[in-house]
């Protein structure tokens, strides 16, 4: 069956306009195409549908089983019928029986009109879901289109399309403004309903993570690594880091000359405090540091335990360490995976003397 020029043409420009292959949409005709045979004229399971766009041929036929006597006409015909499409087929085989304009110009005509409409539909998101799957895990810069009054949720437009940023990942400190451009985190993308959504978040640690990547070209190319971050957004972050090469310093480099790198980090987060610390394989070291900016006298691990230890720091450093409503420990176990019992020097002393 011949389809005119106008089919193949029609199929370009729709490829052309949509961004979309040939071959993909001429893929989704087919099986369409080849559902709706099964359906309206019978064959069996493998019709044939055969469009090819470089000789502009559109082939369609039904295959059915070759028996003496039929008892299902859509699936069966009987050897005096199929010689006439096939002089050498025999009871058991199948035949070929192409379908002629007439016959089949109207599910062709629908099925067509159908599988474009939701061919290019599926192509679309399938080409958004690819974007957007390219770009999970980084970071957006987007300008903030609205702010519901009502539950706070905000509009970004990203790509051309409207994004909800939740109140939920939202920073609670935070002050925005329509009109603001702001960066989010691409935390996940989500393929379920007409549309791909991108899940976004000014919450998640892994914004701080892709600043300080923007930020620390040793980041980048790899001579800096970002072990761990733990974060409470709007008030502090924690980030360990650490250098494969003795002769970087991977705190400095993420602090930048005269802090620059890490200021301006704190400025795009509105002020929430940062924290550098220095990596290491050893529990001990990185605790110690990981309780910054608090001094450490001795880090004590419980060899009965589970990831537990005990934590000594001087009298006039304990609030430090501990920190408002317990946020630096906090964050320190978060950042470590330990959990940390911390006393002041004094308080140890006193215990000592009390068991002599």
Not at 69 to 74: G, L, M, Q
């Amino acid at each position: 069956m011949k389809m005119n020029n106008e089919f193949f043409e029609a199929l370009n420009l729709l490829a052309n306009d949509k961004g979309i292959s040939v071959d993909y949409l001429i893929e989704k005709i087919s099986s369409a195409i080849a559902i709706a045979v099964k359906r309206d004229m019978g064959g069996t399971e493998n019709n044939i549908v055969e469009i090819d766009p470089e000789k502009k041929r559109f082939y369609v036929a039904i295959r059915k089983n070759v028996v003496e006597e039929v008892e299902d006409p859509e699936t069966e015909i009987t050897l005096e019928e199929a010689r006439k499409y096939s002089k050498r087929v025999v009871v058991g085989e199948q035949v070929e029986i192409p379908l002629e304009t007439k016959e089949f110009g109207r599910i062709a005509a629908q099925s067509a009109k159908h599988v474009i409409r939701q061919g290019i539909s599926e192509a679309e998101k399938e080409q958004t879901l690819k974007k957007y799957e390219d770009r999970k895990f980084e970071i957006l810069s987007a300008p903030i289109l609205r702010i519901d009054p009502d539950n706070g949720n905000i509009t970004l437009e990203i790509d051309k399309t409207e994004v909800i940023l939740p109140k939920s990942e939202q920073v609670p400190t935070e002050h925005l403004e329509e009109g603001q451009r702001i960066m989010v985190y691409v935390a996940d993308v989500m393929a379920s309903g007409r549309r791909p959504k991108l899940m976004i978040s000014r919450t998640h640690p892994g914004l701080i993570k892709r600043l300080f990547e923007t930020h620390t070209p040793e980041i980048k190319d790899g001579t800096v690594e970002i072990k761990a971050v733990s974060r409470e957004a709007g008030s502090r972050t924690k980030i360990a880091v650490w250098s494969k090469d003795e002769n970087v310093d991977a705190v400095g480099a993420c602090i930048g000359p005269k802090g620059s790198r890490v200021s301006a980090i704190v400025e795009e987060l509105g002020g929430e405090k940062i924290d550098v610390i220095r990596y290491s394989e050893v529990p001990e070291e990185l605790i110690a540091a990981a309780l910054s900016p608090a001094e450490v006298l001795s880090v004590s691990i419980d060899p009965e335990g589970q990831k537990t230890c005990h934590v000594i720091v001087p009298d006039h450093q304990l609030s430090l360490a501990i920190g408002n409503k317990g946020q630096n420990v906090r964050l320190a176990a978060r950042l470590t995976g330990w959990k940390i019992d911390i006393g002041s020097a004094s308080s140890v002393q006193a215990e000592a003397a009390g068991q002599e």
